[in-house]
């Protein structure tokens, strides 16, 4: 009987004080679960702290783990999207090399597939070494994309899931620069089922994802699932319009049926300032939908790899563009 492969998507970016911890317990994973096939494919996210030379002579010791090697850092999402693109399992898992979401979970993900989940995701049933800020915010966000989208994308959710191959040729074929992976793979409707886990502790290194990043990820989130930014500018610009509207009849039968009158440079201030910061407001919505329009238009590739290891591109089955490979005696400096 040929043995199910798993395929194991990991990011990387600047992980190499965690990394010999990672390959410790991939390798534990693979010695206590013989029955599956392993394949670990990490995407270095254009790294600079000498993990890509880890991740090249762990891939000389075992031919199972490959490497994707970014010309420059492209982003968290679409070090994921590019790990998706090179999978070749049967079912394919999502996992950060942080070590905060437990790898050897992945293996109960399994089980819950083979009963016929298509995607089984981990719900974090508590968050540790997380701030009481953080823990915060991440539901608040949550909860506002519940409201804002008509995707049903599950609440205390990262992208640490594991899904089958019928899921990944769906997303493979979506392309678009500004990703929010989980909510795309929420979109492809699959059937699906949470597994629940407590979160652990970075057991070394920083974070890669400070608030910078993390207010980023949380408007493209909105943005490429949600219209209703524009609605509500429309909302505004309705209400502004009534609000004049209304200061007008004020005025007038202020002005025509009593002895009150409304002093003008003030109210053409306040106004003035008003339907000026409305008007600013709602450009600003509408300029970054289109903003993301005309990078969509450019057709750019989502990544460059300069080079791989253990991955055979001329055999590979991956049929998606666009790419860009650059062999490894022509690497971008």
Request: charged content about 25%; proline content about 4%.
């Amino acid at each position: 009987m040929t043995k199910k492969k798993i395929s194991v998507v990991i990011p990387v970016f600047n992980e190499r004080e965690i990394l010999p911890l990672l390959f410790e317990r991939l390798e534990g994973i693979e010695t206590r679960h013989p029955e599956y096939r392993w394949e670990f494919i990490f995407a270095n996210d254009g790294s600079s702290d000498g993990s890509d030379e880890l991740l090249r002579r762990q891939g000389a010791l075992k031919p199972n783990y490959c490497a994707i090697h970014f010309s420059k850092n492209f982003g968290h999402q679409i070090a994921v999207t590019a790990g998706m693109d090179y999978a070749d399992g049967d079912a394919v898992a999502l996992i950060d090399a942080d070590l905060q979401d437990p790898p050897e979970i992945i293996v109960e993900m399994i089980k819950l597939w083979e009963k016929g989940y298509a995607i089984v995701y981990g719900k974090r049933r508590s968050r540790a070494g997380e701030t009481f800020l953080k823990k915060k915010t991440a539901a608040l966000f949550y909860r506002i994309l519940s409201i804002m989208t008509d995707t049903d994308i599950p609440v205390d959710t990262g992208d640490f899931r594991l899904m089958d191959r019928k899921v990944i040729e769906v997303v493979r074929q979506m392309r678009e620069s500004h990703r929010f992976v989980r909510g795309i793979v929420a979109w492809t409707g699959f059937s699906s089922i949470a597994y629940e886990y407590d979160r652990h502790c970075r057991p070394a290194g920083e974070t890669k994802y400070p608030l910078k990043k993390m207010l980023k990820f949380a408007v493209d989130a909105v943005l490429s699932f949600s219209n209703l930014p524009l609605r509500i500018a429309s909302y505004i610009g309705w209400l502004a319009t009534l609000l004049g509207v209304l200061g007008i009849l004020t005025v007038l039968y202020l002005r025509l049926f009593t002895v009150w009158t409304v002093p003008g440079i003030s109210a053409v201030l306040v106004s003035v300032i008003f339907i000026g910061g409305v008007q600013l407001t709602i450009l600003g919505i509408v300029g970054e939908y289109i903003g993301r329009m005309f990078t969509e238009m450019k057709g750019r590739p989502l990544y460059v790899v300069k080079g791989t290891d253990n991955i055979d591109l001329a055999g590979h089955s991956k049929k998606v563009e666009p790419h860009v490979f650059v062999p490894r005696e022509r690497q971008l400096s």
